[in-house]
């Protein structure tokens, strides 16, 4: 099993900015690729980034592209969300998720991540 912990969400301005952190225990963190998925009231979740194994490759969804980084530090087991120039609708809960190990390339999909951290809220203020 894989624990996420997620944390740095909290209530902003439009035009500020956040970094969410999520800190994964429990097995290699190093070896499978992670995303970022968000989901607000009313809403389907919806893919946000996810970046592979070693965090040279990433994908961005085109609402966030440009405004939004996704890094990772495998020796701090740790995945972060960089997010600049905030809007209100980027108002949602944010997920950390993380692939099965070994599953070391990206997905843009939620079906193709098998372990989900618990979220953190993001608010964005007009």
């Known amino acids: 099993q894989v624990q996420l912990v997620e944390s740095g969400g909290g209530l902003v301005q439009a035009g500020g900015s956040l970094r969410l952190s999520c800190v994964t225990s429990g097995r290699t963190f190093s070896n499978r690729a992670m995303g970022w998925f968000r989901q607000a009231p009313g809403k389907e979740r919806e893919f946000v980034t996810t970046i592979n194994w070693t965090g040279g490759i990433k994908y961005y969804a085109d609402s966030v592209k440009g405004r939004f980084t996704v890094s990772r530090d495998n020796a701090k087991n740790t995945l972060y969300l960089q997010m600049n120039s905030l809007k209100p609708e980027d108002t949602a809960v944010y997920y950390c998720?993380?692939?099965?190990?070994?599953?070391?390339?990206?997905?843009?999909?939620?079906?193709?991540?098998?372990?989900w951290g618990q979220g953190t809220q993001v608010t964005v203020s007009s």
């Open positions: 998720a993380a692939r099965r190990g070994g599953m070391i390339e990206t997905s843009r999909f939620a079906t193709g991540y098998d372990y």
